[in-house]
């Protein structure tokens, strides 16, 4: 049973930086395409950033390329995306996710991930 659970979520002001960590257990061998998303209350969840786990470059989500950066620490499972040069648009609850497909995990998209974690809130003043 596979779990994501998100921390590192707060109040920053703009310009400011905040990394969030995700904690990835009971998961089977084999590379993994991960992902953070966000959503603000009355929108469609959004792609920040996703890569595999199999390595090679994060691909990122138009408004946030070149401020934010995803990574991963395998041996402690463990998904980062640091965040920088935040603006209050940036404001949102983000996700982690996971699927166990890599293939086309650059694009991949909300509905190719069938793992959640529970969110953290960002917010940007």
């Known amino acids: 049973h596979v779990q994501l659970v998100e921390s590192g979520g707060g109040s920053v002001q703009e310009g400011g930086s905040l990394t969030l960590s995700c904690q990835a257990s009971?998961?089977?061998?084999?590379?993994?395409?991960m992902g953070w998303f966000r959503q603000v209350p009355g929108k469609e969840r959004e792609v920040v950033a996703t890569?595999?786990?199999?390595?090679?470059?994060?691909h990122y989500g138009d408004s946030v390329t070149g401020r934010f950066t995803i990574s991963q620490d395998n041996a402690k499972n463990t998904l980062y995306l640091l965040m920088n040069s935040l603006k209050p648009e940036d404001t949102a609850m983000y996700y982690c996710?996971?699927?166990?497909?890599?293939?086309?995990?650059?694009?991949?998209?909300?509905?190719?991930?069938?793992?959640w974690g529970q969110g953290t809130q960002v917010t940007v003043s």
């Open positions: 996710a996971a699927d166990p497909t890599v293939y086309f995990c650059d694009y991949a998209a909300v509905s190719f991930f069938a793992y």
């Open positions: 009971g998961y089977t061998r084999g590379d993994w395409c």
């Open positions: 890569m595999s786990t199999a390595g090679g470059g994060g």
